[in-house]
C-alpha cells in the first residue's frame, strides 16, 4: 500500500512540471494584503545546477560506515525541490537504487526526517504528513489543522491525489473515520478544496457578520455549520471585509469571539483559518514559537512547516516571528537544537542576518 520507498516512480508522472514551478517562484499563496512580490521563501533555484554532479557528490556521501551528512546538507537544503527531484532521477540511474530509500537506510532521528521531507514533492509531503497524522499512534489534529487551513484550492487539489496515489486511500474518507463533530465536518469542508477565489460582495459581508455573530451567541449545531460554511468557503478577500463587519456589529474581534464561544480542536481550527485569512505567515510564526516554547521542541511542526513553507513565504513567516517574539526564529532554533539536525534546520531557513 504504501510506495514512499518509490516515490519517484508514479509521483513523478503525476506532480506536473508547471506545479513545481509554481512553487520556484514567489506567490501570495492567497494571502489577503500581500502583493507576490513582497512574499518570499528561503530556498531558490540554485544557479548552474548540475543533478548528475550533485547525485554522484550523494551517493558519495551515503557510502562507508559514517556518511558525510554535512555533504547532505549543503546540497539537499541548497537546491529547490524541483531540482532535488532530478536529482533523485540522476542518482535512480546511477545507482538504480531510490534516493528516499538510501536516505531512509543511512539516516536516522530528526535529521533524517528533515532530509527524506525534503526529497517529497510538496503535495506528496502534504499528503505524507496527513497520512501519519492521521493513522499514526493517535491522531494528530494540529497537523490536520496546519496544512488544511493554510492550503489553496489547487494545493489540496494535488495532495488529495498523492494522498490516494501514495496510500489507496482517500483523505476525506479517512478523515470522517478518524475525526468526529463539528471539527470533523470542518476539515471536510476545506477538503473539498472549494474556497471562493477573488470573488467580493461588499453587499454580503454585513450579512455573514451576522451569521457570525449569531453563532458565537447561540451556538447550536445549525448555527456551527454556518460559521464554518462561511469561514471555509468565502474567499480570503470577502472574509475581510465580513471581519470588519463583525468588528462594527459586535464590538469585538472575530478572534476574541471564537476564543470566548468556543473550544477544543473545533476553536483552534476556525482560529487558524482567520488567522490564514489575515497573515498567513505570522500563523505559521505563531505555530513554530508554540512548537517551540510551549511544546518542549515540538519537532514533527517545526520540521513540517519549515519544509511546507520553504519555497513559498518562510523569509516571511521569519520576519513575523522577530517582529512578534522579539527573537529570531533562527536564534531560537539554534538555541534549542544541536548537531546536524540544528544545522539542517538552520540551513533551510537560510539565516536570519540580524540576528546571530
Not at 49 to 58: G, H
Not at 108 to 115: L, Y
Not at 133 to 161: H, P, V, W, Y
Amino acid at each position: 500500500m504504501h510506495i514512499e520507498n518509490a516515490v519517484f516512480g508514479i509521483l513523478l508522472n503525476f506532480v506536473s512540471l508547471s506545479y513545481l514551478e509554481d512553487h520556484l517562484h514567489d506567490n501570495n499563496d492567497g494571502l489577503y494584503g500581500f502583493s507576490s512580490n513582497q512574499v518570499q521563501g528561503t530556498i531558490f533555484p540554485a544557479p548552474n545546477f548540475n543533478p548528475v554532479m550533485d547525485a554522484q557528490m550523494i551517493g558519495g556521501a551515503l557510502q562507508g560506515f559514517d556518511c558525510n551528512k554535512n555533504m547532505l546538507i549543503d546540497i539537499l537544503t541548497q537546491r529547490c525541490n524541483a531540482q532535488r527531484i532530478m536529482i533523485a532521477e540522476a542518482y535512480q540511474s546511477m545507482y538504480g537504487k531510490d534516493l528516499i530509500a538510501d536516505l531512509k537506510e543511512n539516516l536516522s532521528g530528526h535529521f533524517k526526517d528533515v532530509m527524506v521531507g525534503l526529497m517529497y514533492p510538496p503535495p506528496s509531503y502534504d499528503a505524507h504528513e496527513l497520512w501519519h497524522a492521521i493513522k499514526g499512534a493517535g491522531t494528530e489534529e494540529n497537523c490536520l489543522i496546519d496544512i488544511l487551513a493554510s492550503r489553496t484550492n489547487g494545493e489540496i487539489f494535488q495532495m488529495k491525489e498523492a494522498y490516494y496515489l501514495q496510500y489507496s486511500s482517500d483523505l476525506q474518507q479517512d478523515i470522517y473515520s478518524e475525526t468526529s463533530g463539528h471539527f470533523r465536518d470542518t476539515l471536510m469542508n476545506l477538503d473539498q478544496g472549494t474556497r471562493e477565489e477573488g470573488y467580493t460582495n461588499p453587499a454580503m459581508a454585513a450579512q455573514d457578520a451576522m451569521v457570525l455573530w449569531e453563532a458565537c451567541q447561540q451556538k447550536t449545531g445549525e448555527h456551527k455549520t454556518m460559521l464554518q460554511m462561511i469561514l471555509c468557503n468565502k474567499s480570503y478577500q470577502q472574509l475581510w471585509m465580513v471581519f470588519q463587519e463583525f468588528q462594527n456589529i459586535s464590538g469585538q474581534d472575530i478572534v476574541d469571539a471564537i476564543n470566548e464561544c468556543y473550544d477544543g480542536y473545533f476553536q483552534e481550527l476556525l482560529m487558524a483559518i482567520v488567522l490564514c485569512v489575515r497573515d498567513k505567515p505570522a500563523y505559521f510564526a505563531y505555530r513554530l514559537y508554540s512548537a517551540i516554547h510551549e511544546f518542549g521542541f515540538h519537532n514533527k511542526t517545526i520540521i513540517r512547516i519549515l519544509i511546507a513553507r520553504s519555497e513559498i513565504d518562510l523569509m516571511n513567516i521569519q520576519k513575523r516571528y522577530k517582529e512578534r517574539y522579539g527573537k529570531s526564529l533562527f536564534h531560537d532554533i539554534k538555541n534549542f537544537a544541536s548537531g546536524h539536525y540544528k544545522k539542517a534546520l538552520l540551513a533551510i531557513c537560510a539565516g536570519d542576518v540580524e540576528d546571530y
